[in-house]
Nanobody, 120 residues
Framework: QVQLVESGGGSVQAGGSLRLSCLAS????????MAWFRQAPGKEREGVAA???????TYADFVKGRFTISKDNAKNTLYLQMNSLRPEDTAMYYC??????????????WGRGTQVTVSS
């Protein structure tokens, strides 16, 4: 059982930046994979970025070059730095942890989400 708590969401104008955080109740260095997902109203949940135990990363095509996933094992915290935000990035963003494969939907633990709203 691991608790995940997201923070850092908010409202920004297009082109702006936000940094999301996910505090884990377990040691992040011991978690095989962690990831960020998002879901907009009326749309399916989609993977945004994932990071492995050793720090390897994978990104969805729609965020490559704009978003960066990272983790601070000393703080047991996962981050998502989001730059050059677009209105289509508007969604609820969820933190997830522990999957046998990082770029997958097979995560065991999920946060409750933090809202990101990008205006034109």
């Amino acid at each position: 059982q691991v608790q995940l708590v997201e923070s850092g969401g908010g409202s920004v104008q297009a082109g702006g930046s936000l940094r999301l955080s996910c505090l884990a109740s377990a040691y992040t260095y011991s978690i095989d994979c962690m990831a960020w997902f998002r879901q907009a109203p009326g749309k399916e949940r989609e993977g945004v970025a994932a990071i492995g135990r050793a720090g390897g990363t994978t990104y969805a095509d729609f965020v490559k070059g704009r978003f960066t996933i990272s983790k601070d094992n000393a703080k047991n915290t996962l981050y998502l730095q989001m730059n050059s935000l677009r209105p289509e990035d508007t969604a609820m963003y969820y933190c997830a942890a522990n999957s046998p494969r990082c770029w997958s939907d097979l995560y065991n633990y999920w946060g409750r989400g933090t809202q990101v709203t990008v205006s034109s």
